[in-house]
């Protein structure tokens, strides 16, 4: 393995398990997802040998290049959609990933239990919320997320697990991680996906039980 990402994701895990300490937790409740887009395959074999098992990966049609053979190889690899999702992608979102951060609205919920449903598969689910209320950014606004995640419950069937955010770049993260970790406990669910590369740390703060970081471990190649 190179030197550079193994001693790049060692710091990594090293910063959030000194971040789980100093907020009081378990470092062991926190969990990295090493953010692979664009992040070439050569350094993600060197990731799975160093002994990293989480991956996370913006969009569909790009995972699905990489990641079935991987998975084949090593069964215990774990693949999370940490993007926007399509309808029209839902079939091979459930069928790769094992987790799915970006629930976000009716029709992705629907096509979701549908595919579920059908496949018997068993992808665990994460409604992503746009705490900043940004017109551009896929989420639900935090007014109507205890509504949507009631009607994914009630209507569709769907076991919602937690909680994604992605806050506004100019705007000061932890009042974002706190929104939506009082949203989570409101509702009672269990995973906060929240942090990135540049403030991981502050998420682990208020309770952030997944990590997506990227260009931390891989260099401006990753996102995150």
Not at 49 to 61: H, L, P
Not at 99 to 126: C, Q, T, Y
Request: proline fraction near 5%.
């Amino acid at each position: 393995m190179s030197e550079t990402v193994s001693s790049s994701l060692h710091a990594v895990e090293r910063d959030i398990a000194d971040a789980a300490k100093r907020a009081g937790r378990d470092p062991a409740s926190v969990k990295l997802i090493a953010v692979t887009k664009t992040v070439p395959e050569r350094a993600i074999k060197e990731t799975i040998t160093f002994g990293q098992r989480r991956f996370g990966e913006n969009r569909v049609q790009e995972a699905k290049a990489t990641w079935p053979a991987l998975k084949e190889r090593h069964p215990d690899l774990e693949l999370h959609l940490i993007g926007p999702l399509q309808s029209n992608k839902v079939r091979d979102a459930v069928q790769l990933f094992d987790v799915i951060h970006s629930v976000d609205r009716p029709k992705i919920a629907a096509a979701l239990a549908e595919e579920l449903a059908r496949s018997g598969k068993k992808s665990r689910l994460l409604v992503q919320v746009n705490t900043g209320e940004e017109p551009q950014k896929a989420g639900v606004v935090p007014g109507e997320t205890d509504g949507f995640v009631r009607r994914c419950r009630d209507d569709y069937g769907l076991a919602i697990e937690g909680l994604m955010c992605i806050p506004p770049l100019e705007e000061e993260p932890a009042l974002h991680f706190a929104l939506l970790a009082k949203i989570a406990a409101r509702l009672g669910l269990k995973e906060l996906s929240m942090g990135m590369s540049e403030d991981f740390e502050t998420a682990i703060a208020f309770g952030a039980t997944y990590v997506r970081v990227g260009s931390a471990i891989f260099g401006s190649r990753g996102q995150g």
